[in-house]
């Protein structure tokens, strides 16, 4: 692990590292914010949106005051592999802010160009679990997860798939359903195939409405209803429905005026660091 | 005054603006965060350091969720003219981080080049003042004054030399005495000329040493002991040394592991509000 960046904040520390991936075959970048003290402390994985890097939720969500105080390790790292490994691949990775680099959304690819690295789903609940719990005093046995957008989906089809590995799930503004909706849709076809068999591990709505008992007792997701991309793109009433449906208690509190920004973000995330604390720590 | 963006936050509204400032004779760009409810509120003007926009405080600082507890509304202006109407000036201006846009050192220049725009001691203390007293429910007999590095700078010195419009005053690793440091040097020098005469007005620590009383029971500055300006650009112990000669009350909090990032900003703000509340709604 390189590091490339630390600052002391809150009493603690926030850490910019590179590491190398096995599942990706990259180098993957991220940050880890470690409250003061001993540990070992709970973790909360962050996801982040499309266009994304490891900074934006890192210096715009205002987030480490609340998780200093309660003593929570929050790793935020990219939304794709990048560099020089994929100049292969340079057309097809930064044609689109919705495609390729920024734009992993946390799948394992099976199509060409983007299998050869775009595998964000094991980098996360392989790789970057091992990292954090080889470098940083984190107890793997209580992690949770959220993110925004694109990383709201991540947080809840990775909760769903991985539900051993993750205690709480919460997302802002997730991506509720990929099949139903154009970014979706076009990230699918090209990371997965045309098959939408494949795409349905994905797809929260369509993973909750399968009734498959999860070990959450509660979701909570935080919508803001000045969203450009409430009725195009997120579709959260999906998530309901199928919540709904499987008997899974989900918290969806739609927020007049609130827009798709890290604003938004900022303005819920102590609610969501309370959240998840309360089940890490319990 | 043209809008050009606008997010819902902690119940109350961000704006992102620009308009025509007399002083600059350019467009001026700010942020204003407006708690909620009904006003008039005091105001708390937030002056950026080099190579900052509007953005920097807005994006990073963390500082919204006490303002909007405290009922305080912020202003963060941008750091210099810019623009197209500064065209003949491109090469003065973008030859350097710290001089010319983005480094507007809060003083009126009289040297040319800079003569033509770069007024901003008068922009803010003048137009700035107004648009938010005409435009926003702000009460402008409770304004006080922050800001980090040659923010803190323009905070300190503004506050000094027009103390009937300010009733707080505080800063993060400010300039503390330019005359003394190469990065004041050189803006002295290419916004005022070589006489050092013109230069003391805008020199907090020479200004407070003058021992002028100042209406201001505290003056709150903090800084970071890794902060890598420390010794050769911000030499918080000249206005430590000075504020004794003036008997002026000084909090100096200097703290271990703490750089000169928004990171360490993030950490103290509320701090910094609650103290500029404390003074502007007793």
Not at 4 to 29: N, V, Y
Request: proline share 5%; charged share 20%.
């Amino acid at each position: 692990m390189d590091i490339t960046a630390q600052h002391r904040l809150f009493g603690g520390t926030l850490t910019f590292a590179k590491h190398d991936s096995a599942a990706t075959r990259t180098p993957m970048a991220l940050s880890v914010f470690l409250p003061e003290g001993e540990g070992p402390f709970p973790v909360l994985i962050w996801l982040s949106g499309l266009t994304c890097t490891a900074s934006n939720f890192t210096e715009k969500a205002g987030a480490y005051k609340r998780a200093a105080e309660l003593g929570l390790i929050i790793v935020a790292p990219d939304t794709s592999p990048r560099g020089a490994d994929l100049q292969g691949h340079t057309v097809a990775n930064d044609e689109a802010y919705d495609l390729g680099q920024g734009a992993g959304f946390y799948v394992n690819a099976t199509q060409s160009p983007w299998a050869a690295h775009f595998q964000m789903e094991s980098y996360i609940v392989t790789d970057l679990l091992q990292l954090i719990g080889a470098e940083w005093p984190a107890d793997l046995s209580r992690v949770g997860i959220s993110g925004h957008s694109m990383g709201g989906h991540g947080a809840l089809t990775l909760a769903m798939n991985y539900s051993h590995l993750f205690k709480s799930v919460s997302a802002f503004a997730p991506i509720a359903s990929p099949v139903h909706c154009p970014w979706g849709q076009k990230a699918m076809e090209a990371y997965l195939g045309t098959s939408h068999d494949a795409w349905e591990k994905y797809d929260a709505a369509l993973r909750l409405a399968k009734g498959k008992a999860l070990p959450f007792d509660e979701i909570l997701v935080d919508q803001g209803l000045a969203d450009p991309f409430l009725e195009t793109q997120l579709m959260p009433h999906l998530l309901e429905q199928a919540a709904k449906v499987a008997g899974q208690k989900l918290t969806l509190r739609r927020h007049e005026g609130y827009d798709h920004s890290y604003y938004f973000i900022a303005s819920f995330i102590d609610d969501h660091l309370d959240f998840h604390a309360q089940r890490l720590k319990a």
